[in-house]
């Protein structure tokens, strides 16, 4: 069964970055699209970034873009978040999951605070 | 970007009714769109994919009909594991995947 689990959420001050880290297992993460999806306290989901199988491809929001990167490791089953110049409308929980049109399989989630 | 509007914002309904939730895209998708359930504290899950098929494990009581800019999820006959949040969500066209704003359903 597929598993994912998001690290690396925290408090940090607007201004500041976080990597956020997703380990996966129990299906080929080589061979999968992977996705980030962000969801704002009491609010709804929205769509961050997703990668392709070999890092080659990487799509962003356009909210996010020249500050968020997605990237991916093959060899460590993970996936990556690096967000930097952190605003407070930034502050949600982050999930990876894995698949590109309508991703299948989720993490629990990562709480990524952005607050001084 | 195409934008999803979902109505309603709460539907209230009772255990055992039908439960009937729109989902409106600003152009069509054709049937590239997708149902979410979210329950507290939880990660979405995939009920619908392609507009119409459930995902593996779904259970025959949740339907998904429509094409082009009109969609709709049925749930037959409401269990109590079926009180939560739900969003549609294309990927027709994309980047971006756009959601809905979801429809909370709550027991009447």
């Known amino acids: 069964e597929a598993q994912l689990v998001e690290s690396g959420g925290g408090l940090v001050q607007p201004g500041g970055s976080l990597r956020l880290s997703c380990e996966v297992s129990?299906?080929?993460?080589?061979?999968?699209?992977m996705t980030w999806v962000r969801q704002a306290p009491g609010k709804g989901l929205e769509w961050v970034a997703n990668i392709n199988q070999d890092g080659s491809q990487k799509n962003h929001v356009d909210s996010v873009k020249g500050r968020f990167i997605i990237s991916r490791d093959n060899a460590k089953n993970s996936l990556y978040l690096q967000m930097n110049s952190l605003t407070v409308a930034d502050t949600a929980v982050y999930y990876c999951?894995?698949?590109?049109?309508?991703?299948?399989?989720w993490g629990q989630g990562t709480l990524v605070t952005v607050s001084s | 970007e195409i934008v999803m509007t979902q109505s309603p914002a709460t539907l209230s309904v009772s255990p055992g009714e039908r439960a009937t939730l729109s989902c409106r895209a600003s152009?069509?998708?054709?049937?590239?769109l997708v149902w979410y359930q979210q329950k507290p504290g939880q990660a979405p899950r995939l009920l619908i994919y392609?507009?119409?098929t459930r995902a593996t494990g779904i259970p025959a009581r949740f339907s998904g009909s429509g094409s082009g800019t009109e969609f709709t999820l049925t749930i037959s006959s409401l269990q109590s594991e079926d009180f939560a949040v739900y969003y549609c969500q294309q990927y027709n066209i994309w980047p971006p995947l756009t959601f809905g704003g979801g429809t909370k359903v709550e027991i009447k």
């Open positions: 152009q069509s998708v054709s049937s590239n």
């Open positions: 999951a894995k698949g590109a049109r309508y991703p299948d399989y």
């Open positions: 129990g299906f080929t993460f080589s061979n999968s699209w």
């Open positions: 392609g507009a119409s």
